[in-house]
């Protein structure tokens, strides 16, 4: 016989929306709402990825710049280079592998993180590394991480060349000191690539002493007046970065500087992110050409009558992400302003990212589903993951890491290196003060 109390037959009819279990429903809600974190998510890694410490640098003295450059290499044809997860590894041949000069005394933490970087760029890298520094405290700092074995299978190969140096240069000490030490790690890593062992250095030391000893040892190229550190930043498009300089080397600039940091960054661009014709923007206060200071107004003029690049014209603050320009040129003081403004505004992002996600048992079931999301987030705003800037301007092949570098920053430093100098960049710099009437 069939049940006679009306509510009985509830047992029979399927489960509707409303008379879920209470529990199930909640989180049905929860999810919803939350779809839209999920979104904010995935927007804020193609825009606030600006945020990164771009860092790692970016250099600590003198504009502490430019390491915190996201992701410079992702335009490297060898994937290799681009650490991408779950490529198949392309093995190196040892005859593909270039020297590479490194500062192993240069940064807060060396040279212990710097010697356990280089020793991680080999693997991935086709480099050799002469690493400069102590003896004694380098192989102090190799037992103390335990990388003794991994150093002398190095040696042994060829692949790491320790070269005895004197006492540093400190993080806090003056440019001039390059002169007083001049057996310091950072002058004998210049020297080696001045005598041609090396074809680039590396140094996450002081930049104000690294600037001064690749001036006085490499020199600077005929008609360059200031050199410039060029940091690239993200754009809405994460294989389009944008190189900003200057961002830290030159506070005080004439027009004639910025002329000459537009050439160079044209050629950076074209070199090594492969851009046929580099779109190439004065940053300002507006667009129109009757905008800005002084120094605008003159450096706009100098710009617009250049036939050696494409002149797009000025570049507001809020387009230097867009991905309208491939070069931004500014002097040292406002570049170093904008490069520190984004540096902070990934962490900020973050935090309120966790601050919006709920607590207690809904908030971890919730950041199950945002997981992925924010583990690409942290990736892509990790000054780690991106390394170095170049000094352009010096006679030599120059990156300069952030002073707080540590294993993953030289690793994707030392890439920076290597594109640089396979993409031949200092022979169309060198072309550069040859043929001052060729074009783009």
């Known amino acids: 016989m069939l049940p006679t109390d009306p509510d009985s037959s509830a047992a029979y009819e399927p489960r509707s929306k409303t008379n879920r279990p209470k529990a199930i429903r909640r989180l049905v809600i929860w999810y919803r709402r939350n779809a839209a974190v999920t979104s904010l998510v995935d927007t804020a890694t193609n825009s606030a990825s600006a945020a990164s410490n771009v860092a790692g640098s970016v250099v600590s003295s003198a504009g502490s710049v430019a390491g915190s450059m996201l992701q410079p290499l992702v335009f490297d044809p060898l994937r290799r280079l681009q650490g991408v997860h779950g490529s198949q590894q392309i093995p190196i041949k040892d005859s593909d592998r270039i020297w590479i000069a490194v500062d192993g005394m240069g940064g807060d933490y060396a040279p212990g993180p710097i010697l356990e ?255 992925s999301n924010l583990k690409r987030i942290k990736k892509r705003l990790d000054h780690a993951e991106h390394g170095g800037a170049l000094l352009l301007g010096v006679n030599g092949i120059c990156v300069i890491g952030h002073g707080s570098s540590k294993a993953l920053s030289v690793v994707s430093a030392l890439r920076l290196a290597h594109s640089a100098v396979t993409h031949g960049v200092m022979e169309d710099l060198v072309e550069l003060q040859t043929s001052p009437t060729s074009t783009a």
């Open 117 to 371: 970087g280089c020793l991680k760029a080999l693997e991935r890298l086709p480099l050799r590394i002469k690493f400069v520094g102590e003896t004694e405290k380098v192989l102090a700092a190799s037992a103390e991480l335990g990388l003794n074995q991994l150093l002398e299978q190095a040696i042994d190969s060829g692949r790491i060349d320790l070269v005895n140096s004197g006492p540093s240069i400190g993080m806090n000490e003056e440019a001039t000191a390059v002169r007083k030490k001049r057996d310091a790690s950072i002058n004998v890593a210049m020297d080696l690539v001045k005598k041609g062992e090396a074809l680039a250095v590396y140094s996450a030391g002081n930049s104000g002493a690294l600037m001064a000893a690749a001036i006085f040892r490499l020199g600077r190229l005929v008609g360059i007046d200031r050199p410039a550190i060029g940091a690239l930043f993200p754009t809405k498009d994460p294989a389009q970065p944008v190189l900003v300089l200057d961002v830290g080397a030159n506070m005080d600039c004439k027009p004639a500087y910025l002329h000459q940091f537009a050439l160079l960054g044209n050629i950076y661009a074209r070199d090594v992110l492969q851009v046929s014709k580099p779109r190439v923007g004065l940053l300002n206060i507006g667009e129109e050409d009757c905008k800005g200071n002084d120094l605008s107004l003159k450096t706009y003029q100098l710009l617009k009558e250049e036939r050696r690049f494409s002149f797009s014209g000025n570049c507001e603050g809020r387009d230097v992400l867009s991905g309208e320009f491939d070069v931004v040129v500014c002097d040292g003081f406002t570049g170093n302003v904008l490069l520190k403004f984004l540096e902070s505004v990934g962490s900020v992002l973050l935090d309120v990212l966790r601050a919006e996600l709920p607590r207690g048992r809904r908030g971890k079931v919730g950041s199950a589903f945002l997981r």
